[in-house]
């Protein structure tokens, strides 16, 4: 099992910045992959950032250039710095670790960090 801890949501006007954190527990040893997703009121989970156990990141269309998702193998933490922020990033944000085999995949969420970008 792994658990997962978020924090650093909060209210922020935009243009602003935040940093939310991800603290890993558990079985990390095994995590493949992390990353951070969303999910805004009446609409789908989706996904902001990952990042791999070797270092490689993806984005959404929507936050390249502005967000950077990095991670701390010493402090078993992935953070989501968030830049030049916009009303329509509101959401909750969970973060996510992958555990993959042939044939396997287990995902694990945190509990969810609300972000609020005002206008």
């Known amino acids: 099992q792994v658990q997962l801890v978020e924090s650093g949501g909060g209210l922020v006007q935009a243009g602003g910045s935040l940093r939310l954190s991800c603290a890993a527990s558990g079985s990390i040893f095994s995590i493949n992959a992390m990353g951070w997703y969303r999910q805004a009121p009446g609409k789908q989970r989706e996904v902001v950032a990952t990042i791999t156990s070797g270092g490689s990141t993806n984005y959404a269309d929507s936050v390249k250039g502005r967000f950077t998702i990095s991670r701390d193998n010493a402090k078993n933490t992935v953070y989501l710095q968030m830049n030049s922020l916009k009303p329509e990033d509101t959401a909750l944000y969970y973060c996510?670790?992958?555990?993959?085999?042939?044939?396997?995949?287990?995902?694990?969420w945190g509990q969810g960090t609300q972000v609020t970008v005002s206008s």
């Open positions: 996510n670790a992958v555990r993959s085999r042939p044939g396997v995949r287990d995902d694990y």
